[in-house]
């Protein structure tokens, strides 16, 4: 619970927001009108006039109703999880395909949440001649979302058709996607592969549009993709707008799956990951795990009177549990600091290559060996 509302105060610094309290309750079900009890509520509302809080932010996705109820009992805008993750979106939304996903999540999230959003206006009035009182506000409102989410659900189409025909064009090369939570480090890792300047920062969601950069690694050449990062209770009209995006996942021959080894609930992030790769139908693909920002895990973990031998010992300790009990073969890197960066290309070509003996066998003679120079940095 306590790193649920941890990442929900860094979802809201990444929107712009102050994060000042945080606020949980115990209960065995969520009120049905307001969401938390009443005396949940009444402590809410003492804190809003204390410390002149303005927003509202909960963790899970609340009902139009329960939105509407709480903004009425505090006098304050009040937001869920899901409308967060859109409003980071709709800054970050940088192609046109991007604007269109996150603009069509959004009508669609909003289009239940309209109704007392015009309770100013109660209806519209008919013309001169005209009986009745006219339609609803409402009934205005919803035919226009209904009308903008048509038509961006075909101009979606449109753009859709054009990356169709750009991956056409692709179809003889090895796809690579880097897929992973948000904020592991998937576009440093990029950057330093196919030396690129895709933005990387230290915030959520820094990349929304898909990358793809031809790299070659010992002679052999791929595509690497970098996708949107995941995230927990990730909002189901995001998925669903973002699929196309996701389609270099789906599309890609190996995924390497970055990991965040300094966070405390790096285990759970996998997880989360892993379901969100499940939705798509590509949780079969080859995988090749990597254990990023090995320097911050350093730091936090190790003291200064921790001996470098402890240190590897304890590292080699971690990756054997892995490959023992986990099955898989992680690569311990720190992107930032350059760090065993030569062993994950490494890694890179070793499956690669066998991606192209096994698509291409004819060609198997071509592939050439690991250059037995490019030694591993300390």
Known sequence: MQENLDELAFLAETAGAIPVEQVYQNLHLPDNRTYVGSGKLAEIKQMIRLKAIDVLIFDDEISPAQQRNIEKETKVKVLDRSMLILDIFAQRARTTQAKLQVELAQQQYLLPRLRGMWQHLDRVKGGIGMRGAGEKEIETDRRIAGKRIALLKQRLVQVEKQDINRRKSREGMIRLALVGYTNVGKSTIMNALSKSTVLAENKLFATLDTTVRKVAIGHVPFLLSDTVGFIRKLPHHLVESFKSTLNEALEADLLIHVVDLSHPQFEDQMQAVKATLADLH???????????????????????????????????????????????????????????????????????????IQRYPYKASYVPNWEPDWEDNP
Request: with cysteine; hydrophobic share 35%; aromatic share 12%.
């Open 282 to 356: 590509c949780e079969d693909k080859p995988e090749l795990v990597v254990f990023n920002k090995l320097d911050v895990y350093r730091e936090r973990y190790f003291d200064k009177y921790t001996s470098k031998e402890v240190q590897s010992e304890i590292l080699e300790g971690l990756q054997r549990a892995f490959s023992e009990d986990v099955k898989i073969d992680p690569v311990f890197i720190s992107a930032t600091q350059k760090e065993n960066m030569n062993a994950l290309r490494r890694r890179i070509f070793e499956e690669t290559r066998k991606l192209y």
